[in-house]
């Protein structure tokens, strides 16, 4: 069965730092573009980036640009989303998704960031 | 693109049918529209793909359509497991994601 498992999140001062991991099971990784998508505590969803299916290009939004960071290690069958200068507003629950035809055919249980002095 | 969803909550009887929009702020590909259902502490699962196309293991009570700027998520025979809430969603050029502010769905 297709499945995403993130990890990493926590509670963090703004300014700081945080490093999710997401670890798909059931598929084969490296064909698939990826994603995060965030939802915040108004239960908004925000798309925040995604990576080609190699790595070789990577879109953020214009929220996150310069401060986070995705990559992925297909050998190892993992994405990553580095998040510095973290903000009060970077506050959300952080999805990983597999991406398919232009939407995100599998979601991940998500991993709460919090953001707070 | 903003995608704007009405109504804000949408209270309806098993058996029923409801209609949910998801209208664009400017005209935009069907290719690209999607259709989530979220019930309480779960992600987001996809329903609807290219605007009509319905996912796979969804039920065919679920059924989407639209163009240009007004696109219908319809789920027809309400059944009390449909309580959630309802997200659209734009793939643009960019590449971007827009998503649609939510449409709570409850049963009565």
């Known amino acids: 069965q297709d499945q995403l498992v993130e990890s990493g999140g926590g509670v963090v001062q703004p300014g700081r730092s945080l490093r999710l991991s997401c670890a798909p099971s059931?598929?084969?990784?490296?064909?698939?573009?990826m994603h995060w998508v965030r939802q915040t505590p108004g239960k908004r969803l925000e798309w925040v980036t995604m990576?080609?299916?190699?790595?070789?290009?990577?879109y953020y939004a214009d929220s996150v640009k310069g401060r986070f960071t995705i990559s992925r290690d297909n050998s190892k069958n993992t994405l990553y989303l580095e998040m510095n200068s973290l903000r009060v507003e970077d506050t959300a629950i952080y999805y990983c998704?597999?991406?398919?035809?232009?939407?995100?055919?599998?979601w991940g249980q998500g991993t709460m960031v919090t953001v707070s002095s | 693109i903003v995608l704007t969803q009405s109504p804000g909550t949408l209270s309806l009887s098993p058996g029923e049918r409801a209609t949910l929009s998801c209208r664009a702020s400017?005209?935009?590909?069907?290719?690209?529209i999607a259709w989530y259902q979220q019930k309480p502490g779960q992600a987001p699962r996809l329903l609807i793909y290219?605007?009509?196309s319905r996912a796979p293991d969804i039920p065919d009570r679920f059924s989407g359509s639209g163009s240009g700027t007004d696109f219908t998520l319809t789920i027809s025979r309400l059944e009390p497991e449909d309580c959630a809430v309802y997200y659209c969603?734009?793939?643009?050029?960019?590449?971007?994601?827009?998503f649609g502010q939510g449409t709570k769905l409850e049963i009565k």
């Open positions: 290219g605007a009509s």
């Open positions: 400017q005209s935009i590909s069907t290719v690209y």
């Open positions: 998704a597999r991406g398919n035809v232009g939407a995100f055919d599998l």
């Open positions: 059931g598929f084969t990784f490296s064909s698939y573009v």
């Open positions: 990576i080609w299916h190699d790595g070789s290009k990577e």
């Open positions: 969603q734009h793939y643009g050029s960019s590449p971007m994601y827009t």
